[in-house]
């Protein structure tokens, strides 16, 4: 028999949920919250330097405090690869998207991550893509082309250019290493561990290029948001919740950042898709969560 009763379990199954919708919220709010920094005359560089920064020691000392296991020393050199790639390059091609394009446009184009995931794995790993996951690409794909060619933002200073929407696409592809990177790196390490290792690697390739100086409390305020509660809290939600609830679950669950991310843009900067846009945005919501029924 069990150890666990059926009414326990379910209060779990509904704790393991809100975590996963709690960091999907925080998640969400990088976009928005990342326009105030830049409002306040921060470069899209430096904000990602703070961040990383930030939530490296914030990790750190999560590590130290859990007593958690050193790094393994045959995988140092993967962890700072993954700071290269998808920390260092995630935040510069997401910052430099939202300041391009706006953070709705730039959530939807995040979020194709999953699909990219599924041909790094056939062309990493050989595994091969099963037909639910070729259609995932495909509704995917077809909504970034809408979201892109009629975004019909409600800011004028905002437009879906060539560069915002590549550098959108180049945050996908590094939010797909993250994963890809991290397939092993989280298996045998304290998550802990690596994300501190990671994120300090990235700030020390994002230094050279930070624009040193005085900031206003504004953005230093958004700066601290964006590492506390938008990279280390979200992650310990989403990590918790994913030990509660599984993979598949929580992997559906989470397509609810980017929409949670549009209305969040909506509000707080008075963006908007067109009509054509919507349709792009859920047929991108669409592919992932075929992606994710399938895994």
């Avoid at 925080?26 to 928005?32: M, S, V, Y």
Wanted: hydrophobic letters at 60%; charged letters at 10%; zero cysteines.
């Amino acid at each position: 028999m069990s150890g666990k009763s059926p009414r326990r379990s379910a209060s779990t199954g509904r704790v393991g949920v809100w975590l996963v919708v709690a960091a999907a919220f925080q998640w969400a709010l990088l976009g928005p919250v990342a326009r105030v920094a830049f409002a306040e005359g921060v470069a899209p560089l430096t904000v990602a330097f703070w961040r990383a920064s930030i939530a490296a020691l914030l990790f750190a000392a999560h590590a130290t405090v859990t007593r958690a296991d050193a790094l393994r020393a045959g995988d140092r050199a993967s962890a700072m690869a993954l700071g290269v790639v998808a920390v260092a390059g995630l935040y510069v091609a997401y910052f430099k998207s939202v300041q391009l394009g706006g953070a709705a446009l730039s959530a939807i184009l995040l979020y194709s991550a999953p699909v990219w995931v599924a041909i790094g794995t056939y062309l990493v790993f050989r595994e091969r893509v099963r037909p639910r996951e070729a259609a995932a690409l495909l509704f995917t794909l077809g909504g970034v082309v809408l979201v892109a060619l009629f975004p019909a933002t409600g800011n004028a200073d905002l437009q879906a250019t060539p560069a915002a929407v590549a550098w959108g696409l180049g945050s996908g592809v590094a939010y797909a290493a993250y994963f890809l990177l991290g397939r092993s790196l989280f298996g045998k390490n304290a998550p802990a561990r690596v994300m501190s290792w990671a994120l300090a690697t990235g700030a020390v390739v994002l230094a050279p290029f930070v624009q040193w100086g005085a900031f206003t409390w504004r953005a230093w305020a958004a700066i601290a948001f964006l590492a506390s509660v938008a990279t280390y809290g979200a992650y310990l939600s989403n990590a918790n919740g994913l030990r509660l609830i599984g993979p598949s679950r929580a992997s559906t669950i989470a397509t609810l950042e980017p929409v949670l991310a549009v209305i969040a843009a909506y509000f707080l900067w008075g963006e908007q898709l067109s009509s054509v846009g919507i349709v792009g945005a859920v047929a991108v919501i669409g592919g992932v969560v075929l992606a994710a029924r399938e895994r």
